[in-house]
């Protein structure tokens, strides 16, 4: 497909050159009869001014204006400019001479022309001055298109780059997500080993489907809102199995999800950062979960209360950092985070567009 790409420029300027070639014979005055000496006059011009375009196009701009040899383009160019202007003065000159008829030994002189005749068959503008201007226009046309087209071409090459760069990022993210994920989860199983084996048997079925979802469903860029949601629920009962019964836990999910599509895992570390550090079995806690869908944005808001105990730990910012990473390189500036901290009450708002 790149390659066809490619070739359109070269079809185009073929097709053009094709067409000025041809307008000689298309649009010419010929009621007695084609004049080919004025036709071949005409391509021979055309002829130097294709050999202009090609020298610029395939020698010139590649090798001397796109390697900083600016000042030594311009020298070579008018210096073929000035040699080719030579040559179309000799060509216009044999031409006009073809033109002439010959005169035969025994003929007479024709009457000359009164001198006011004369200065009329005169040309006002030499040949070659029609080229040198032909010529400018050209290269510099043919120069313009180079330059774009080069341009175009870098500006292609830095946003593909730059998209290679944010998928690099987007894949050490989720990497990063998923020991960290791990590491949490094992501790609660192992928690549970030592005093209620079937609920650590539960759980390891659990973390099982849910490592299905990490290691196959998550690895595209987006993934179904549903499925998602399926996996937030499945953590979440997995970590009710280390609370209390008392412990204050609300969870609000719509019933009915649209049909779209969201990047995956984009709030489980968020979600982590609670349990992890909103959990106390000596003071009240609670977590507060929440999704919602407005204004086609999806909405989550999560709090927990932050226990003395915690406050201390400096190794609890992982998580969040890497989700706002994340959300910079899937969103720039169309979604909003706001973290907040006051009276011990921790608060995540979320509003990314769907």
Known sequence: MQKQVNQVPFILTTLVWLLLFSMPLLFGDYENGIKWNHIHKIWAEYAVLLMVYL???FYFMPKFFFKDKKVKYFILVGISIIALSVLVY??????????????????????MHPPHQMIRQKEFVPPYANFIILSILLIGFDSSLLFFSKWTKSEQNKLKAEKENIANKMAFLKTQISPHFFMNTLNNIHALIDFEKEKAQEAIISLSQMMDYMLYDSQSSKGSLSEEINFIKGYIDLMKLRLM???????????????VEVPPLLTISLIENAFKYGVSYNEPAFIHLKYTIENNQLHFFISNRIHQHQKKNKGSGIGLENTEKRLDLLFGDDYSLDINQENDIFTVNLKIPL
Request: avoid cysteine; charge should be negative.
């Open 55 to 57: 020298v610029n196009h």
């Open 90 to 111: 000799y060509l216009h000159t044999y031409f006009e001479n073809q033109r002439l008829p010959r005169m035969r030994p025994r003929e007479h002189f024709p009457p």
């Open 245 to 259: 019964d008392d412990f204050d836990l609300k969870v609000e999910i719509p019933d009915e999800l649209p049909q």
